[in-house]
């Protein structure tokens, strides 16, 4: 039953035990389902009166460009986030969004969050709870780059997508499909691609890790988790608080 | 009649015009008002069970330690602000919270915050909406990390500090009180403490900003928003989306 259910829903779950309702609700935010080639800015920095978009299939990013060009990534996205939700709430938005894959996403209006928030209050309360989450990953990333060496910094990237992606059955401890380029990594890290690629090597010859050909596969997850620091608790994936 | 109102309801009033049942039901998240000591430890990281907290008077900062000792600071906390929200939605703590002056903080237990979501749901997506706010916050951070130099840094985060507690009338463009020491912008910034202090020196020398005996006085607030490339949308104070 709950295979048969978006993306969304099953995040929300993992938080909130959903009523029928509440499931009806949610499934309004999936009415406006549209594609998206690889590549195409979502939302742009700066742009107001935009939506908000729930991914349903593929991968995203957000970044902020500086006015110096460069780019800093701040989050990837996987089926089941919201795009732009801070977008929608702040009027004017203070991020870009980009399709890494062809992605499937439905646009989601103000209007439609605000309504079935009073409609749904327990709705709000699971849509805080995933907005903190990514906060947490926000606060992660941070982390990385003010503490952690460029090696940590890769290894954590690779095993927090790792664990998301196996909570959406996309992957497993052996490892995931992977779309990023070197380029993501760094853009993300605050490295360049040249230390990014010397890092993949070393992890590889070390045996801990590959990520080769659109895929990562863990070698030593054990190992890989130590040397990272890397402890899932920020992903609060526990079961329902809120029944 | 607005000054009356707890900082936390002035907050969120600046987003959603709260009606009177909604600032009712916010004012009993005022009720166990408690004091603390500055360094008191209000929330540890990995604590679970732990409660809220709405800030009062005065400031404090939240924190991840690293197994080598490392601290990254995430952010600073002033009046109005909620402490451990994310602690409380993810029953474990991901971060630590400390005092850094003496502070006032009224203890807000979960069911208070659910309850409350549930009676008013207006006030659910107001603070979602001081949420998504403080993920902006540090997602600014991740950018000075990432991508801005040690003057920049600095700048941006002595001008951050300033427009928040302007809005709270505690500061202006002259400069503001700040009870930090080099210490607390060093971990929070990713530089060490005497990276800090040549950085405050060359920054007073250049007759942008002084940062002495607990005063932030900005000497050309014009040239050190350019500095530090500072644009304070991401703070979206524009006024109630939601009316």
Not at 100 to 111: C, D, F, G, Q, Y
Request: with cysteine.
């Amino acid at each position: 039953m709950l295979t048969e259910l978006s993306p969304l829903t099953r995040k929300l779950s993992a938080f909130v035990a959903l009523s029928d309702a509440d499931v009806a609700t949610l499934t309004r935010f999936d009415l406006r389902r549209r594609s998206f080639t690889p590549g195409h800015q979502m939302i742009h920095e700066g742009q107001s009166g935009s939506s908000a978009f729930v991914l349903a299939k593929g991968w995203a990013f957000s970044y902020k460009l500086l006015p110096d060009g460069e780019r800093q990534i701040v989050g990837f996205h996987l089926p089941g986030d919201f795009l732009g939700l801070r977008s929608v709430l702040f009027r004017t938005s203070d991020h870009s969004i980009e399709a890494i894959t062809r992605i499937e996403a439905s646009e989601v209006l103000t209007s439609d969050i605000l309504k079935s928030f009073a409609q749904a209050p327990r709705l709000a309360t699971a849509v805080l709870w995933a907005a903190s989450r990514d906060e947490a990953m926000v606060v992660e990333h941070l982390v990385n780059l003010g503490c952690r060496s460029a090696e940590e910094r890769v290894a954590h990237c690779l095993l927090e997508l790792g664990a998301r992606l196996a909570h959406l059955e996309l992957g497993d401890r052996t490892g995931y499909d992977c779309p990023l380029t070197q380029y993501h990594l760094a853009d993300a890290l605050g490295l360049s691609a040249v230390h990014v690629n010397r890092v993949l090597r070393h992890l590889r010859e070390e045996r801990l890790v590959t990520f080769q050909k659109g895929r990562v596969c863990f070698e030593n997850f054990r190992r890989l988790t130590e040397l990272a620091q890397f402890d899932e608790a920020y992903l609060d994936q526990d079961g329902p608080l809120l029944r």
